[in-house]
């Protein structure tokens, strides 16, 4: 009989280590903690991702101008 594909014990679980990913995913985590005046304005946090989304591809769309330099005055030798 096969087994289906989300049966766990067709596995060889003999050598698994607990928490091996653990410090990689706590690194990637970021919470953040919102106003909630902000908070009233969101119906989730899949909302709050959104806005966000799309505050980071608006600001990738304007490129900040380039400083002038400018040169120093020439002197004008009489």
Same mark, same amino acid.
């Given at each position: 009989?096969?087994?289906?594909? !989300? /049966?766990?014990? &067709?596995?060889?679980? !003999?050598?698994?280590? &607990?928490?091996? $990913?653990?410090? &990689?995913?706590?690194?990637?985590?970021?919470?953040?903690?919102? /106003?909630?005046? $902000?908070?009233?304005?969101?119906?989730?946090?899949?909302?709050?991702?959104?806005?966000?989304?799309?505050?980071?591809?608006?600001?990738?769309?304007?490129?900040?101008?380039?400083?002038?330099? &400018?040169?120093?005055?020439?002197?004008?030798?009489?």
């Amino acid at each position: 009989m096969k087994k289906d594909e !989300t /049966d766990l014990s &067709r596995y060889d679980w !003999t050598k698994a280590k &607990r928490g091996r $990913l653990l410090a &990689r995913a706590r690194k990637s985590l970021a919470p953040v903690l919102l /106003d909630p005046e $902000l908070v009233a304005y969101f119906e989730s946090p899949e909302a709050i991702n959104a806005a966000l989304r799309a505050i980071v591809d608006a600001a990738q769309l304007v490129k900040p101008a380039k400083a002038k330099t &400018r040169r120093p005055a020439k002197k004008h030798v009489a």
